[in-house]
């Protein structure tokens, strides 16, 4: 059975994901975000416990059914980040979720990453509010390259564009 949320093309199955990074204010001003990358759907399926003999039909199907709460392993953390300053996107720095201190300061500490699936409809502006120069990097990077480059001064705001915080890029 072919689940409504992911396209199945000539027996292969393709999916996409919508909606926005999950954020969360750390302290006043100050954030952290979960970049969004290809493996949200192994993230979700694992931190579902769903068994490695369900087939992807019904692994799929369940998740477009299931309500409730998964904890996502370490190994399937997404790379998390924050901006040293919110008005400008060359800021963006790792932050190692083993040590949040090191980023936020003392007493800040990651415990663990829950994913929650619900009926609610996908986001869709709330981190804009937060990052409002995001739209301005659809097709481009943070540190305004076109393309991505090894020999790039700033690695990650060159790995990074506003489809790394929102899908579709607006």
């Given at each position: ?47 579902f ?18 309500h ?38 003392p007493?800040?500490s ?6 929650e ?11 804009e509010?937060?990052?409002k120069?995001?739209?301005?990097y ?12 090894l020999?790039a ?12 915080f ?5």
């Open positions: 059975m072919a689940p409504k949320w992911v396209p199945i093309t000539a027996g292969n199955v393709h999916g996409t994901i919508e909606g926005e990074s999950s954020f969360v204010e750390v302290s006043p001003g100050r954030y952290l975000f979960a970049v969004l990358n290809d493996r949200e759907t192994e993230r979700a399926m694992v931190s416990h769903f068994k490695a003999s369900e087939t992807s039909s019904q692994i799929f199907s369940a998740l477009s059914t299931e409730g709460t998964g904890f996502v392993p370490y190994s399937l953390y997404p790379e998390l980040v924050t901006f040293d300053d919110l008005s400008d996107p060359k800021s963006v720095r790792e932050v190692d979720p083993h040590n949040l201190e090191a980023t936020f300061g007493g800040v990651l415990k663990r990453i829950a994913l699936v619900t009926r609610e409809r996908v986001t869709a502006g709330p981190i509010k937060i990052l120069w995001l739209p301005d659809c097709g481009i990077r943070f540190d305004r390259a076109r393309f991505e480059t020999s001064s700033n690695r990650l705001a060159n790995s990074l564009s506003s489809g790394a929102e899908i579709p890029c607006r």
